[in-house]
């Protein structure tokens, strides 16, 4: 078995008496995409902070590459390739469409400190920003301002952002969340091309696209994974079932 | 040509046009007053960098003018005593160049601003806002407390400062000298706007989160234009005294502070011009209405609420219309 892009081992967290990672073990290997499931609450958007370096686990490890990261700031993940999309999008709603682009290109080229350049003429920025942005669909709207996107075009524009940093792994927090059946499948045939380029950790509450897209599927319940498995065992699951599925599967 | 390039042009013309005017149909006084509006322009386009692009509300920023005025007034103040500044080792002499005297004022309110901002970039928000206040106060008593530099009463300098080839005591070619200082701040601060490092900047403003996670340092670029902005406005700190030819601890006022911010917001935050707009309105103002009315404040403050309530792109935005994305 190849060695793991993305590994988390026995990662805890509690907030007081609230415990929302629980010993959970994970990993992510190339070419696939990991889907991580479970019930509002469970802790998911939590073990993604934990993962990319927001908050600091109690307990546990993350590995990037087989690096342990666990003390590293985000920045440093992010460097290391490591590219996370929002559960609500984060994006400089002011700037063009173009501009949030030009922004995760940026930080992968690392060059900042250009004071006086016009980064809009810098080609080889462009280059990077326009080809996420065409990967995603929205080449037609990057002279756009962001506060002017649909909801949407800022998932996709959440990704493209991701794009443009030619990730080892992404880290997605429901990236379909409030796409309707059109837009959804639209960002599901896109994922399913993109985890050839990198594999994907995948938080998400539409289960049509968590069983046409995922190798495995994880379940996260109270902070505990409480299954993992290829989808068909997780279908299967009586445990899943009674903790998230119910009758949707 | 956009709307709002239009008003900037309107303005850089009408800065260019009334000083002239004055100058030829021999109004001194006039000249004078367009000088401090360009000073206070340059001062607010200074903070304007902080607060407008870098999204840093700064109530310290008199911090720097008055350190870029002490800057003027101590080394005026040696040379126009023959009292060496210092005299060990090495002498120091004090100097009457404005050359020299603007380079100090830069590099000290540079480096107050870099220590300023490594402290109080650990906060935000109204926290941020009261740590520069505090520093602000806390510059302030240390001038009025130190007295071989006048304490309480300040310093007056006898003769304004020279400039290689031209004679500052004319009150149009010291104008001219500001002015030029403006445009280059003016140019300066569009060119970071558009550049790389006001990218980060811009969005370190909006959503910080994100900054990081693309691998940059938002709060680092938030420092390095925090000292831009200090070093700017302490240049302006060192021409205002200039042309008070005086200079004294209510430079490092909080109210000094106030007005500062006051201008960005009467002209437009996050507008290139909105500094300029509003503190050339701010001293239109205060000459007109603090004629006819002592408490000409009181229409002051009923101005910003009326556009903070209705008008939150302040002058420019009212003629310019929405703010259009530098591109
Ligand atoms: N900073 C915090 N302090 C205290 N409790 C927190 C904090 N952040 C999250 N929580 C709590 O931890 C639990 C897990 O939250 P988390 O956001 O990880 O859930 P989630 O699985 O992403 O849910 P959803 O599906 O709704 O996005 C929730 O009960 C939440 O209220
Ligand atoms: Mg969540």
Redesign the interface.
Known sequence: MTKPVLEVRGLSKRFGALVVSDGIDLSLRAGEIHAVIGPNGAGKTTLIAEI?G?LAPDAGSVHLNGRDVTGL????R??MGL??T?QIS???????VL??A???A???A???????????S?RS?RVVAEAALDRVGLSHKA?A?TAELSHGERRQLEVA?AL??TPTAFVMDEPMAGLGTEGGARMTALLGTLKHEAPILLVEHDMDAVFALADRISVLAGGRVIASGPPDAIRADAAVREAYLGDEA | MTRESFVNLALLTALVAVPLWAWVAGEPFTITLATRAVIFALAAVGLNLALGLGGMVSFGHAVFFGLGGYSMGILAHHAQNFLPLYDGLIVIEGTKSMPVIWLVAIVVSALAALLIGLLSLRTSGVYFIMITLAFGQMFYYFAISWRAYGGEDGLSIWVRNDFPGLNTLAPIQFYGLCFALLLAALWLSA??A???????L??AR??P?????????GQR?KL?AFVISGAITGLAGALFADLNRFVSPTMFSWHMSGELIVFIILGGAARLFGPVAGAVLFVAMEHVLGDLWDHWHILLGALLLVIVLFARGGLIGLLAGK?R?H?
């Open positions: 990319c927001g700031p985000i920045r440093a992010a460097k590219a996370r929002f984060a994006l400089a709603m002011e700037d063009t501009q949030n030009l922004l995760g940026l930080g992968a690392g060059r900042p400190w250009r004071f006086f350049r016009p980064v809009l810098d920025l002279a301002r952002v443009t940093l | 060119r970071i558009r550049s790389s490092f006001g990218l980060v811009n969005a909006q959503v989160g994100r900054v990081e996670t693309v691998g940059l340092d670029a390095v703010a994305n591109d």
